[in-house]
């Protein structure tokens, strides 16, 4: 069995209690989540120079692009990366079946968008995006070539090495599109840097997981995992379309340029957020996925990761809130002004949004990806509705679409979701209500005392970080001075604790 040593923790008494999976999800945790500060600080520096190098119409142009081959990205390995890790068991035979599986199925998919270049330049009437397009078709190869040993490595709770894999890999694909972009190259150093993401990625995690496919043969329980990843992969297919129409609508009936507004808008106000949500979902899944047979101590998990991302994230989107038209010109420049009125209008879905990660977390650690499916069929029809009403008014239009029709199916989201799980929804609340309540009240104190504050030595950068120092102040005195705040900052501690090696 490939992950033989793996199996003793696997007992049937408390897999919490008994330390070592917890010690080891929270390290990895703690550990993903220092990487991803170094990765969303080099994402940021890239975003920063990008921004003055190219033009919207440059970053429009690759997003449509993307937004549309996306949907045979999402199913570069027909769902069976997810499928290896889900098991309580896999033989070598299973992984290496599903690793001849995933790249015929890539092959296809990279052929396919090959084939879809010309229907998508026609769509969007720009001929430009034939050859983007026919170049982007490479990704989908590259990830499947790579997902099962990404697989093996989360099943191995080595975050430690997925988490440098991501850096690196990051890391190259940031460095060639800035030296790319410096040299005049465009647009091209926009596809340069996916492809080169995907490429130094799969590398790097086949080097690290020490696993290497056998030759191609049949082997007992696939089918079953294939049954399970194609519904993955279905899923896939309709987030994507839900998560990338809004881009698609705006491309379609406003241009590129505007496309172009709207993806750095939505691109900038989530990067925070995945500084928090990529490493806790690269903790959560394979670690509920091993305490699915405890439901109680699944559920104590789950509420505390999620009461950690909200207390990360939700000040942040308060933040960037009111300082807006500040952050935007510092991050992408003056020409990029005109993106701050779809920033705030985004930023209530950036937030709300982040709950199909968490549901995305408990349907895929309990196997229900025929749930998430189904669900994910329903959501896709009001989204459509909402952006085809809101593109009459272009990118601002779609933008209130997009939040409206994300608030209204959060909630009944997270009901379907858990009707078939441990967590509750009261759980996501209670969560959510302190983050939410003192990111609130900051945010009106930091509204009120920024015009007040005489003029800041250090220009947009002085004042930002003045402002920062006021809005943490008060979400930090507010967190305190209640019970609740305090028992929240002491369970913090006591992880941050657990998580050193």
């Keep these: 069995m490939i992950d033989e040593a793996l199996r003793a923790t696997d007992s049937p008494t408390s897999a919490l209690e008994s330390g070592g999976l917890a010690q080891r999800a929270a390290f990895g945790g703690f550990f993903n989540l220092l990487s991803q500060i170094a990765a969303t600080g080099v994402s940021l520096a890239t975003i920063v120079v990008l921004g003055r190098l190219l033009t ?17 990205i999402r199913v570069r390995d027909a769902g069976l990366a997810a499928a290896t890790f889900q098991r309580p068991v896999v033989s070598q035979e299973q992984v290496s079946a599903l690793f001849w599986l995933s790249a015929a199925v890539s092959a296809g ?51 430690r090495a997925l988490a440098t894999s991501d850096l690196v890999s990051s890391a190259v694909g940031s460095a060639l599109a800035l030296v790319l972009a410096a040299r005049g190259a465009g647009y091209w150093a926009l596809v340069a840097l996916e492809i080169a993401t995907s490429a130094s990625y799969t590398l790097l995690v086949w080097m690290t997981s020490g696993w290497r496919p056998g030759r191609p043969a049949r082997a007992d329980g696939v089918s079953e995992m294939l049954r399970f990843g194609l519904q993955l992969s279905a899923f896939r297919v309709l987030a994507h379309l839900t998560a990338s129409l809004d881009t698609i609508f705006v491309g379609r009936f406003s241009g590129s340029h505007q496309a172009g507004l709207y993806e750095r808008a939505l691109k900038l106000l989530t990067l925070p957020f995945q500084l928090v949500t990529r490493p806790l979902g690269g903790v959560a899944i394979p670690t509920l996925s091993r305490l699915q047979l405890h439901p109680e101590q699944y559920r104590r998990f789950y509420r505390s990761l999620v009461q950690v991302g909200f207390s990360l994230t939700t000040p942040a989107l308060a933040f960037l809130f009111v300082e807006a038209e500040r952050v935007i010109v510092l991050a992408l420049g003056p020409a990029w002004l005109p993106c701050a009125p779809l920033f705030r209008i985004l930023a209530p879905a950036a937030l709300l949004g982040r709950f199909n990660l968490l549901t995305n977390w408990v349907f895929v650690s309990t196997g229900r990806a025929d749930r998430q499916l189904r669900w994910s069929a ?65 945010a009106l104190v930091l509204a009120v005392a920024a015009p007040r504050i005489a003029s800041i030595p250090g220009g947009d950068v002085g004042a930002l970080a003045v402002h920062l120092v006021i809005f943490l102040a008060s979400y930090s005195a507010l967190w305190l001075s209640v019970r609740e705040g305090r028992e929240a900052l002491r369970d913090l501690l006591a992880l941050v604790r657990t998580a050193r090696p």
């Design 56 to 72: 919207p119409p440059d970053f429009g142009l690759v997003a449509l692009s993307l937004a549309t081959v996306g949907l045979f």
């Design 109 to 159: 998919l990279g052929l396919l968008i090959v084939l879809s270049a010309r229907p998508v330049a026609a769509f969007y009437r720009d001929t430009r995006l034939v050859a983007v397009t026919a170049t982007l078709g490479l990704i989908p190869l590259l990830d499947g070539l790579g997902a099962q040993h990404e697989s093996l490595l989360k099943r191995r709770l080595r975050f």
């Design 378 to 442: 329903f959501a896709l029809v009001p989204m459509v509705v909402a952006y085809a009403v809101g593109a009459r008014w272009g990118a601002v239009g779609v933008a209130a679409a997009y939040t409206t029709a994300t608030l209204a199916l959060r909630v009944p989201s997270l009901y379907f979701c858990f009707q078939t799980a441990p967590p509750r929804v009261r759980d996501v609340f209670d969560a959510l209500r302190l983050p939410a309540s003192a990111s609130l009240v900051a």
